[in-house]
């Protein structure tokens, strides 16, 4: 089982219904970065990215008033100098947390932190900063609260 279907346990409470982007649509971001991205990625745009979850807000393919386009999240990181091998899939508080393009050739890329630089952090692959990362963070918020 996939850290991933822990989401939906973690998720706040909203009316707005967010919408789910298609495989039409990650398959034009992919040819837009020119790399496949990874397969527990791609799972979480489509089934898991319209669920609000602590403090981080991952880029959405579905821009709305709630969330941060993608494309403009890539181009904003690329002006200050985000290397062309990073994708980055969320920016919070002065950092950007992306994938490296360069570290794998099977799709399952570590998961850097950059800051004009890169800031030693790194996970293994998407679903372990899933679990070590985002939802470690999200369960220290709760707990406090």
């Not at 649509?25 to 979850?53: G, M, R, T, W």
């Not at 393009?101 to 800031?119: C, H, M, R």
């Amino acid at each position: 089982m996939s850290i991933l279907t822990e989401l939906p346990k973690w998720s706040i409470p909203n009316n707005v219904l967010f919408s789910l982007p298609t495989h039409v649509q990650i398959n034009d971001l992919e040819s837009f970065i020119a790399y496949k991205l990874p397969d527990s990625y791609k799972d979480y745009l489509l089934n898991y990215s319209n669920l609000s979850i602590g403090t981080f807000e991952l880029f959405s393919l579905i821009p709305d008033e709630f969330s941060f386009d993608i494309y403009q999240g890539i181009q904003e990181a690329r002006e200050i100098g985000l290397p062309i091998q990073l994708f980055p899939f969320l920016y919070d508080n002065d950092y950007y947390y992306c994938f490296n393009l360069q570290s794998s050739d099977i799709q399952d890329y570590e998961v850097v932190v950059w800051n004009n630089g890169l800031t030693g952090e790194k996970w293994l692959n998407f679903l372990e900063w899933v679990e070590k990362c985002w939802l470690y963070e999200t369960k220290q918020q709760q707990s406090i609260q």
